[in-house]
């Protein structure tokens, strides 16, 4: 199965980075690369795809 590339968009800095969306895990925080800070998914969330991705994650659609 191809892995699936999504843009998470930061919430405090608004910077875009491209991740690889796991196929069997869920990632519950991301560090930004612009500002630095660990993002983490929100509440009822089950990741940062799903909070803050232009893609949901896997599990969750
Ligand atoms: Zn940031």
Redesign the pocket.
Known sequence: MPNVQATLT?P????KQTAEIPSDACVPFYK?D??G?V?KAKDGDCCVFCSYGSEKCPLNS
């Open positions: 930061c405090l800095c608004n910077a930004c612009k500002c800070k993002i």
